[in-house]
């Protein structure tokens, strides 16, 4: 009885970094179990065959498991793979939430790449172990409730104590009180400290003031601002 050989999985690369481009073709065409596209140099999209894995960064990678596809579409069910230098817990988390298989910090060992890539293939996931390890670490630390995100967001803009209670609609010693739990969780000598030490964790990135309390916010000052405009007289 013949045997056809299983098919190599096909992985698509289209990473922004033009040497880092060059450098996971190459690396992955010495691997003879993989058959190697890479975006914009390849043959027309319509022309490859199904994907199993998508290489590529990490606002790409955010960018692609939010996007609905056609059923022809050879990226239907691709998988996709984070390879940054992104190492902040938040941001991991983040897009193993939205989606990506997997996530590899730049500078691993080419045998944990390869591993990788090869995993997300086959369907499953993968993260490598820089990033395995924060995670792990993040397990390790009290999670900061949501009032302290919201004044930890603010405080990282310089806001004072006395701003950020105006702004969140709370007590000057409720922000006190919100500080000190930061910078405890933190472990923070100080709020420039725990500003950074946020930065770094992606903790506040991206993060606003809730929608009704903005919206709340303009309808004060639009109250206060009417009697005004209504006495106004000639």
């Given at each position: 009885m013949n045997h056809v050989a299983p098919c190599p999985p096909t992985v698509l690369v289209m990473h922004p970094d033009p040497l880092l481009r060059a450098g996971l073709v190459a690396a992955l065409h010495q691997e003879a179990g993989?058959?190697?596209?890479?975006?914009?140099?390849?043959?027309?999209?319509?022309?490859?065959?199904?994907?199993?894995?998508?290489?590529?960064?990490?606002?790409?990678?955010?960018?692609?498991?939010?996007?609905?596809?056609?059923?022809?579409?050879?990226?239907?069910?691709?998988?996709?793979?984070?390879?940054?230098?992104?190492?902040?817990?938040?941001?991991?988390?983040?897009?193993?939430?939205?989606?990506?298989?997997?996530?590899?910090?730049?500078?691993?060992?080419?045998?944990?790449?390869?591993?990788?890539?090869?995993?997300?293939a086959r369907g499953l996931r993968y993260v490598s172990r820089g990033a395995a390890q924060r995670m792990a670490d993040s397990l390790t630390r009290t999670s900061l409730t949501l009032r302290e995100l919201d004044v930890l967001s603010l405080l990282v803009t310089g806001e004072s104590n006395k701003s950020i209670a105006r702004k969140l609609r709370i007590e000057a010693g409720t922000v006190k009180s919100h500080m000190m739990a930061i910078m405890n969780k933190l472990g923070a000598a100080s709020r420039t400290q725990a500003a950074g030490i946020a930065t770094t964790r992606g903790l506040v990135e991206r993060r606003t003031l809730p929608e009704p309390l903005i919206r709340g916010r303009g309808a004060a000052l639009a109250s206060r601002a009417q009697p005004a405009r209504a006495t106004a007289g000639p």
């Open positions: 993989f058959e190697v596209f890479v975006d914009g140099v390849a043959d027309r999209v319509a022309d490859r065959p199904r994907i199993k894995a998508i290489i590529t960064d990490y606002d790409n990678a955010m960018r692609l498991t939010g996007t609905v596809r056609c059923a022809d579409d050879p990226l239907a069910t691709a998988r996709v793979l984070v390879l940054t230098a992104n190492e902040r817990e938040a941001d991991i988390r983040r897009a193993i939430e939205v989606g990506v298989h997997g996530y590899i910090l730049q500078g691993c060992p080419m045998a944990e790449l390869i591993e990788g890539v090869a995993t997300v």
